[in-house]
């Protein structure tokens, strides 16, 4: 039988992982059904297993490097076994009739081009029988930019070698796997000249919690392996996945520009260097939301067709300007995560703050403290101490395995730090810029990862709690049982959970802490003096448009939080800082009163209509606006808070139809909150205007019993369940549900209180809304009062 030496990736598909491995497969699965569809992916072709079989029989290749590998069993180092079976590899010439085949084949892909000498990427791909090619990822070599069929044979020959990689040697003595059984096939591949455009990896899967409804991309300047070997801090994107197709729509819900200090160039020799960005590299996104677009759909095209979540590496030439996918593999860790278990980290003590960076996982972990350089200091590491270093490769995968945690100086989510701790199942803070210099050797710590999109080392060891909660067991309920959500980077975190959807989305966190300007600094900034307008500036520094930022921040800061629920309502309240809080943001000072009873004072639906804070009202509705309409999550609810009268409402509602938010247009509905007496006592009026009410029960409780909340001296009396509280509340949802109206609660009671909780169902209350570590709880105590009631 004919030898099959070379194949085209056209003529190949998934069911050919043992011939050419699962890389090279995957590219010819994705041309052949794939390109059809739109997706661009370079063509080329690739070398088999029976070629790489043919080399190993050539001058008894094989048994020399059989007899090398026995050194192993005999107590030789790792590293001298391998150089010396490399060596063995590089000094057999290929095969003549390997070498004719090659030459062959590049020269027509050079007539595809019209050029005598293409310019191709040379990428290596094992293959073992049964075994999906990801496992082997990132073992071998890849050559960029080969020009000439001398350059192309001799990258061919490097890659056959580098299957004898020590990283490689390793990986396959701990799995059980035998040194020669597994093969390696070349791929040959048209270069995209990403070099001097960009790169880097998307995944169809959010791979920090497995939420199946995102594409996550991340994306540097240059080739793509500073972005997958953890060298550079890309730019971070998410979108949502189910409303990529609707028209009008570009759901880009997240965007975090990474510093991206440096980029991968070419080198000779299908080498690369790296080299530092541009300053205006550093502070520009590397994609466009249209460009998202393309790529997410591109994504979820290759996922649907592969029928499980994907690990995607894509590449733009930055002489066409236009994108392509270079690579896909089946994502490994996430999308095999099908027990209905959810663990919960939760911190119960305290720590000074030492590092922070992005949190891989959602775990808590404690250790001491190992810092290393490189791999070869690995003798040192102690089992369970805390690995910190600044970036990690496949060679330093024998230490990760034996670490509690994983703190790098560099890297972002899908950096190699980020992808081998997931597997391992090990909490890591990656891209924390300075732990090598800040933590000490030796030192005991905490890494925790359980606090949402960004993690942190504390010093010493820090008490935590671990629950276990059995999704599959918790009961449905008439009664909805919602989350309350503030921090958009952990509302993903809980998409598990089999809430209703969201009752409670306070704005205020992301105004605090991802915008942290005052929105009127940005309208009259003017009004600031030198020292808040240069604190502004630093702040929108990218933006012509000030005010751009406050809208867009607010506006994708909510989006995450309602498509971690989609198409479940998602209640998201307006502004409800108190004076003395506006004033705390930058630039806000100059637009506060100073007042002595805040709680009661400028608050709420008093300013949103007031010539003191209309502008920066103005900006809430066009970013919420955004949400529903250009982002397409229309399952999001307004919500007025602390709206005093019904004229008072009524002024709300007109400055926000003003803004293209008008009640009952395109769905949108509106509800207020019911924490003023005045709420409950109209509230036939107050349902005339709004399509649903939220009862905050501390403020009314506040109001109704005269008790200041946060006073210590008074706290024997404030209780949501005194009997005029209760009353109030139960007159509320009787009169608010004979006007057709929902009504729900927002409040820590019903996660601290089982009786109130029965009473609010026998009061019959919608909904209540808690916080994510309360649900499962209040979910049992709602199902339990049901059933009393019958």
């Known amino acids: 039988m004919k030898t099959r030496r070379i194949l085209w990736f056209s003529d190949l598909g998934r069911g050919d992982v043992a011939l050419v491995g699962g890389k090279n497969a995957s590219l010819g699965e994705m041309i052949r059904h794939l390109r059809p569809a739109g997706v661009r992916v370079p063509g080329g072709f690739a070398t088999t297993a029976d070629a790489y079989r043919e080399f190993l029989g050539s001058e008894g290749l094989g048994q020399r490097i059989g007899a090398r590998l026995e050194g192993l069993d005999r107590g030789r180092p790792l590293p001298e076994v391998g150089a010396a079976v490399r060596a063995e590899i590089l000094r057999t010439p290929l095969p003549g009739p390997l070498v004719r085949e090659l030459a062959d084949a590049y020269a027509a892909l050079g007539r595809e081009t019209g050029r005598e000498a293409p310019a191709v990427a040379v990428r290596s791909s094992a293959t073992a029988e049964d075994l999906p090619e990801a496992s082997f990822a990132g073992q071998q070599e890849s050559f960029l930019n080969v020009s000439g069929t001398k350059a192309l044979l001799d990258a061919c020959h490097r890659c056959f070698a580098s299957l004898f990689t020590d990283r490689a040697i390793d990986y396959r003595r701990r799995l059980g796997f035998g040194q020669l059984e597994v093969a390696l096939s070349v791929g040959v591949q048209h270069m995209v000249r990403s070099d001097v455009g960009s790169a880097g990896v998307a995944f169809s899967i959010d791979t920090e919690t497995g939420f199946p409804n995102a594409v996550v991309v991340n994306a540097a300047w240059g080739l793509g392996e500073t972005v997958v070997g953890g060298r550079v801090d890309p730019d971070e994107y998410q979108l949502f996945k189910p409303l990529l197709d609707r028209p009008g729509t570009v ?27 541009d300053p205006w590299e550093r502070t520009r996104r590397v994609l466009g939301d249209e460009e998202l677009l393309l790529l997410g759909r591109w994504v979820a095209a290759v996922e649907k067709h592969y029928g499980t979540a994907v690990d995607v590496e894509w590449a733009k030439d930055g002489t066409t300007g236009e994108i392509f996918v270079v690579q896909a593999r089946p994502e490994t860790v996430q999308s095999r995560r099908h027990v209905p278990l959810l663990h919960q980290y939760r911190l119960t003590g305290r720590g000074e703050r030492l590092v922070d960076g992005l949190a891989v996982g959602d775990a808590v972990a404690r250790g001491d403290v190992c810092l290393l350089r490189s791999p070869a200091e690995a003798g040192r590491f102690p089992d369970g101490a805390v690995l910190v270093t600044t970036v990690t490769d496949p060679d330093w995968e024998p230490v990760m395995k034996r670490a509690a945690a994983v703190v790098t100086d560099h890297g972002g ?30 030192s005991p710590v905490t890494v925790s990862c359980a606090e949402g999109e960004r993690g942190y080392v504390y010093a010493g ?11 599959g067991a918790l009961p449905r309920t008439r009664t909805r049982v919602m989350l309350n959500l503030a921090e958009p980077s952990a509302a993903l975190r809980w998409w598990r959970l089999p809430a209703d959807g969201v009752g409670l989305a306070r704005t205020e966190f992301v105004v605090a802490h991802g915008i942290k300007v005052h929105p009127m600094a940005l309208v009259h900034r003017d009004r600031l003096d030198a020292e808040e307008r240069r604190q502004v500036d630093a702040l929108t520094e990218g933006y012509a448009d000030r005010t751009e930022y406050f809208t867009e921040r607010l506006a994708r800061g909510v989006a995450r939080i309602a498509a971690s629920r989609w198409p479940d309502p998602v209640v998201v309240r307006t502004s409800d800082f108190k004076t003395n809080e506006y004033a705390r943001l930058v630039g806000g000072r100059p637009f506060e009163p100073v007042e002595a009873n805040p709680m009661i004072g400028w608050r709420g639906a008093s300013r949103y209509y007031d010539e003191g804070y209309r502008d920066g009202f103005a900006l809430e509705c066009r970013a919420l606006r955004r949400v529903r309409e250009h982002l397409g999550l229309d399952n999001v609810v307004v919500m007025i808070p602390f709206c005093r009268t019904p004229e008072e409402a009524d002024r709300v509602l007109a400055v926000m139809a003003q803004e293209g938010l008008r009640r009952g247009e395109a769905g949108l ?40 909340r946060d006073s210590a001296e008074l706290s024997h009396l404030f209780d949501e ?49 808690v916080a994510p570590d309360s649900f499962s709880a209040v979910k049992l105590n709602v199902a339990a009062a049901e059933r009393e009631q019958g």
């Open 251 to 277: 759901p880009v819900v997240h965007v975090r520009i990474g510093a991206k200090d440096c980029k991968a160039v070419y080198a000779e020799g299908g080498l690369t260097d790296v080299v530092p960005t």
């Open 413 to 442: 989510r899908t950096s190699h730090a980020a992808i081998v701790s997931r597997e391992l199942g090990v909490p890591a803070l990656v891209g924390t810029e300075r732990a090598t210099a800040v933590l000490r050797q030796g």
């Open 461 to 471: 060891a820090v008490d935590y709690e671990e629950t276990e909660t059995d999704l």
């Open 669 to 708: 509905q509106v509800y207020v909150m019911a924490e003023i007496p005045a709420n409950v006592i109209l509230a036939e009026r107050f349902a005339e205007r709004f399509d649903g009410f939220s009862i905050g029960s501390n403020d009314l409780t506040q109001l109704t019993l005269g008790v200041d």
């Open 721 to 769: 369940r005194n009997e005029a509280v209760t009353r109030s509340i139960e007159s509320l949802i009787e009169r608010a549900h004979a006007a057709g109206r929902h009504v729900g609660l927002c409040g820590q009671r019903p996660s601290d209180d089982p009786a109130f909780t029965r009473f609010l169902v026998g009061a019959g209350i919608d909904s209540v809304s």
